[in-house]
């Protein structure tokens, strides 16, 4: 079974792209892919979806992560270089 966005939602986990090209690894926002691509988008997608901002090149590899948290208890999700 591939993991979907959904399954990220289900365990409050993040997903992290990293650049197949260049070092550059970003925090993807992942209500913002809930509804841009729907919830059932698996993970591989994504990652072939992506575009690195910092060296343009397309398509990557994603990682769940577990979230991110701020020092005011609140999940930080870097704004992502998706197109
Ligand atoms: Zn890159």
Redesign the pocket.
């Known amino acids: 079974m591939i993991a979907t966005l959904d399954n990220l939602v289900v365990n409050d986990n993040g997903l992290r792209l990293f650049?197949?090209?260049?070092?550059?690894c970003v925090d993807l926002e992942v209500n913002a892919l809930v509804e841009r691509y729907g919830a059932a988008i698996s993970l591989p997608e994504i990652g072939r979806r992506g575009r690195?901002?910092?060296?343009?090149?397309k398509g990557?590899s994603v990682a769940a992560a577990n979230a991110i948290v701020g020092e005011n208890g609140t999940a930080l999700h870097k704004q992502m270089a998706y197109q």
């Open positions: 650049c197949n090209s260049c070092v550059r690195c901002k910092a060296c343009g090149a990557g």
